[in-house]
């Protein structure tokens, strides 16, 4: 049995990495840190586990692992502290959103040889993995186009937009994650295009909430990203992946299974309506990874280097949109 | 926090009822019995609970409720021994497969005044349940005909099939109380016609693997239901409602959303496999329920006399099988 | 070139019939007969025919073949007298409402020796065909089960019901023919259950407007048809087939390929309105195999003897209906 | 009635243009002109009618309208040449592949006052248009992000590919006008990426066959294309339009509606094969449209100058192609 350390009560820490750690038949949450007493009260109570400081929990030998998802400017001091002090790391994206901090964060971890998990979560949908693995099986041949369409059900707060770190470090990062996993290969160019469509204090906060991405790969495969603030039916999560002898398409999840046919037209329901319906059988296999990283079974698969590398593609994007022109890269 | 007893340690009690008692945050794992030692050892072991004989565990009066899994022929004198005893009864379906033996039974239950919910759990079906709440909300008017089609992955042993109480007290006794509970009123005929297709030696233990059922109602509505032990492709349970206004169709879950373009065709995946990957939100919902009806909030949705009216209806389809007429109801 | 006389210029004459008839590269539509002038004087002018009387056109040596689509009670004469003036004969179903009729104008198409085609047309239906030569090619093994869907969008006037021998000899007999025609085998038995619940007044006139029938087969497979006089949603014809490896499943048309997603759901487009859209390359693929019949290069492929054993069904099946029984076939 | 010049008896001229022609009943297919005079046989034989030289076409008085569909160099000649005739002119696009003769051709249809009609088919496309509608009726709110997917079944021979102009002002430009039909707005920026993965042939001869087009419009809203000529499983012609409100989706249309479900998964048809098929409705309902415009009725709904549009978008995407960098547009 592995204790875990939680850091963030906030609601993805309460809603879905508490109940995992929880549920999982080897971790035990063993306590949880927070700055808002509040929050940090509830999830103890729930779990009956204790409440700590972040220096209690990093000198505390009984602690396996940290599960980080507190607020992303924390995110690598504390990665920078659990590393020192031993303990193997699943940090939520991202490390930093200074690429230079990344970087910095990263050697860190490197000196210490601890094992560092960056919760990519989509990359453990059951949907995407299967497309990686029947690509993988070369039962579509060689991948050429990839087609990530990714919309957020509604914008967040303009509060949340000004220190998100903008659209395509806070949002399009995953989608950025998503085709490195399925293309397996790096980009070498980007182009980005964008637009404030749906809120325009987005606009005013120097964001956008509307993109379109565009990534050239060695092998000349290439991949489009698709992205919006709000989507008007749900949260729309799909991918299309066209490769030499046809299309691997993952489909969103919906509601239920139940159609209306009546005079005015046929109906089926929404897709599922945000990422803690959509992916909750993606956080709990990433967990599922993690012990096994935990246990040494495993290695991360989803590295620092992953998450590095993302931002940097988000960076390059957003240097797209502002010189207008496409970005090579290195 | 309710104490659970759990009656049959066999496979649904180990994958499905143990898991849920154990995860719902008002019940405990109290003890299990079962004969077979070696079962009961395995949740035993995994719930860190007491095993128990019959005895003992209805004398046990920390025990609140308990939840009987067990063979078939267990069934009433385990729902007998606990209404004695004063327990909250969950028992799977059915009571027992003789009506005669049935009606003792509850009567017992009726006497000593204790909660009996039958173990029915495709009501709790998401998809199902939404058929019923639009119906109810007027979506598509009244109820006119009903189609319900079921069909098992695969035939279970001939073993199974000979003390199962037939096709229509085995299987179709879902769909038959399915039909009640989406149509609101009870039949007053049914028709049955059936045929041995998928395995002889279903017919040679004196069964059918393969039957139609045609039901009426005193609105005039009627109600279809098409049953075979085999599918070919998956577990297939799907029910279509055509009323005034329109149709609600329930269709099947199926095992992923990614689909597949090639030069032989588009494809999708199968239905999920079988009752434990499809019925998993249903299993866990109808026990949400009997957590309230132990704590007094609810009376079972599901009674004594729904399971009694279920093998009504199935020995009715059976007498209608052997006459080759249609029968009256009362 | 063949000449071909049209019997009936309602509106499935008007607007099918005299339209395909046109269109085949080999036959011409020579001429027009009903006693309605206004109706016949309107194709005359469109496709620049003759305007004939019965006895003229049976007379005139230069038609080669009769294509009869007016009212029900006027086929078996037509049939007839056509057969004994030695034409190819194309006439819609039914033959006649009375059996015996029907019995008396087949032996005289047999005695003359002329093709005769009944215009069972969903047999040439493109996804129906499919199914029938999916099963041939033994795509899912041996037939077990077909369900077979069929709803009007709505009911026709009292005033037709009244003439149209009745729901089973009227609409029914179509899907019995299909039934027929799928399963590649006579039933031996029929079952029928119906109600008024539609339209009151065509309870009062003596119909039924929804309806179960169960039929089985020497094989043991079955088929069961669910009719209703109003859909709701448009009209509603498709087929399950149920086989040992698996399911043809013919859909139904919709209006148009596009969907929409909104806060409300998803919605996509009904089916095809009624049998003019949805059967139209059903009605140009009979009309070609007519013509090949004309030309001698096939028999027909829907015979006398198909359109009396729909209605023999179609007898029986009332016959079920009225007793409340299951009626052995011969 | 209206006699029509029929320039080109080539594949498209004989299966798809003298068919609507002549099916239509206010015209007439009067002559066909082609320098293969087997061709033109074929066609003058099956629709009797005459073969003319361009000149004799030309003069004829008896003639109201030419529909261009000969090879694309002969285009803007037959264009004035008809203009100066006083002749209505329908014309399959493109004008011509170089600019200034556009211009130049263009000018002379101006001076000579004659519609002229260019035949971008996929505007007639029943999907596509009644996206436009519903848009048009505001039912997703203001158009915010096109997706159009457009993909050959299989490339066409090197040789054609070498004429062609390439992949863009070939291929694409039908997506470049179908953006510009959709979204109602003229793009100010677009930028391309293309590489050669189906045919290094197609690379050997300076094309490419695997396209990205993103496209900016004055409204921040965006489009965005995705082309192959070679898909692996029929011709895909998608669109999916994302609003204020929600998403209006095209789909492909399939070979036939009906599934089968086995061991192996669910299959459904492909998408239609080609051009074809999937615009059988387009192709009659732009000659309807032309029609009108031959009797005065109508304006001609796709002008020269949206052809000459959709040519100067493809030069863009070339020149965005050639420099790696989004252009600007006037």
Redesign the interface.
Known sequence: MYNIALFGAGRIGQVVHSVNID?HPETNLYSVIDPFGENAQKIADKFDCKIQTVEEAMQDPNIHGVLIASATDTHAELIELAAKAGKAIFCEKPVHLDMDRVKQCLQVVEAEKVPLFIGFNRRYD??FK??KE?LSLG????A??L?I?S?DPSPPPVEYIKVSGGLFRDMTIHDLDMARFIMGEEPV?V?A?G???VDENIGKAGDID???I?M?FPS???A?I?N?RR???GY?QRL?L?????????????E????????E???????EFFFLQRYEAAYQAEWKHFVEVLSGKSQPAVTGYDGQQALYLADKALESLKT???V?LD
Do not use: F
């Open positions: 549920a059951p949907q299967a497309v029947r039962m579509i041949g060689k050429e186009s087609l369409i919309r160019s182009y295009s637009s404030t469509l509307t993109a379109y565009v050239r000349g495969a290439m489009t698709s919006s989507s008007g039916y729309d299309e066209h490769g030499e002898k046809g299309v691997l398409a993952a489909k969103n999840l919906h239920d299974a139940v159609e209306m046919w009546t005079d037209g046929c109906q089926y329901a929404k897709p207008g022109q496409e090579k």
